[in-house]
């Protein structure tokens, strides 16, 4: 069965880093995720980081019930962003 997309308009801020079992992970996480999605599982939106357009990204479960996008090093460049800066993220459309 396919999933029609379904447009949002919704914005978060949050810092670079997430902690995964032990380790930093370079994502932001979403607060209120799985409420919102409705899912532990992960989520395909198109999204933009402070403005910069990341289409058709997965949004990751964390592990301990949320949902993290990866800010890749190439991306992190782009935005002069590192590890503990805060970026922030719109969701502009779920795609799965």
Same mark, same amino acid.
Do not use: C, N, Q, Y
């Given at each position: 069965m396919a999933f029609e997309p379904i447009?949002?308009?919704?914005?978060?801020? #949050?810092?670079? &880093?997430?902690?995964?079992? &032990?380790?930093?992970?370079?994502c932001v996480e979403m607060p209120g995720s799985a409420e919102f999605f409705g899912t532990g599982k992960t989520v395909r939106v198109d999204a933009t980081v402070d403005g910069i357009e990341v289409p058709n990204v997965g949004l990751m479960p964390t592990g301990t019930g949320g949902h993290m996008l990866s800010v890749s #090093?190439?991306? /992190?460049?782009?935005?002069?962003?590192?590890?503990?800066? #805060?970026?922030?993220?719109?969701?502009? /459309? /779920?795609?799965?």
């Open positions: 447009e949002l308009e919704h914005t978060f801020t #949050a810092p670079i &880093g997430v902690d995964v079992k &032990g380790d930093v992970w370079s #090093a190439k991306l /992190r460049k782009r935005l002069g962003k590192e590890i503990g800066d #805060a970026v922030e993220v719109h969701l502009s /459309r /779920r795609l799965s």
